[in-house]
T-cell receptor, first 116, second 115 residues
């Protein structure tokens, strides 16, 4: 069964600190995708990053980086030098193929507060 | 390119009533998914439509239904509203293939309050 766990409910940091958001997933499929989305106060979720199950190469994109480890089923997301505008709820998500189509499920979210 | 549009933005209903929410996906997108977001349960998957066919359904009672039209616009209906149905309902569309791995583009949601 699919499951995404974000153990951190809320995180509070001071501007310019680095912050890592944890995500652990469960799936029986060998082909799946992992995502991070950001939900600012306006409510609209915004796509941040995506990784497929065959590519464990970790990358950096601007202030964002991610660490995908299949051995521990983890897909952690790091914001370097956080800014106040990073304050939002961050969701980790898993997409896998189900009968007839695909389904994306989300973790419970981690609320990030960045203080000036 | 216009984003995903959801109407109405806010809705107040009373128990027992029914409600219809609307979602217009990004032009060219044929897959539409619906999610219910509550503080306690997070984002829960309701259903996904592709080319007017429901391909996937979450674990919600039959009071929750949806449909998709030939222009890819989608509606979600909740009948016999209960207090627990109060939530932010989010619609998301994805690119033409509607395949696994496609990123979702979300609307701003409809905030439903059931009194």
């Amino acid at each position: 069964a699919q499951k995404v766990t974000q153990a951190q409910t809320e995180i509070s940091v001071v501007e310019k600190e680095d912050v890592t958001l944890d995500c652990v997933y469960e799936t029986r499929d060998t082909t799946y995708y992992l995502f991070w989305y950001k939900q600012p106060p306006s409510g609209e979720l915004v796509f941040l990053i995506r990784r497929n199950s065959f590519d464990e190469q970790n990358e950096i994109s601007g202030r964002y980086s991610w660490n995908f480890q299949k051995s521990t089923s983890s897909f952690n997301f790091t914001i370097t030098a956080s800014q106040v505008v990073d304050s939002a709820v961050y969701f980790c998500a898993l997409s896998e193929l189900n009968t007839g189509g695909f389904k994306t499920i989300f973790g419970a979210g981690t609320r990030l507060f960045v203080k000036a | 390119k216009a984003g995903v549009t959801q109407t109405p933005r806010y809705l107040i209903k009373t128990r027992g009533q029914q409600v219809t929410l609307s979602c217009s996906p990004i032009s060219g997108h044929r897959s539409v998914s619906w999610y219910q977001q509550t503080p306690g349960q997070g984002l829960q998957f309701l259903f996904e439509y592709f080319s007017e066919t429901q391909r996937n359904k979450g674990n919600f009672p039959g009071r929750f239904s949806g449909r998709q039209f030939s222009n890819s616009r989608s509606e979600m209906n909740v009948s016999t509203l209960e207090l627990g149905d109060s939530a932010l309902y989010l619609c998301a569309s994805s690119a033409t293939q509607g395949a696994v791995g496609e990123k979702l583009f979300f609307g701003s949601g409809t905030q439903l309050s059931v009194l």
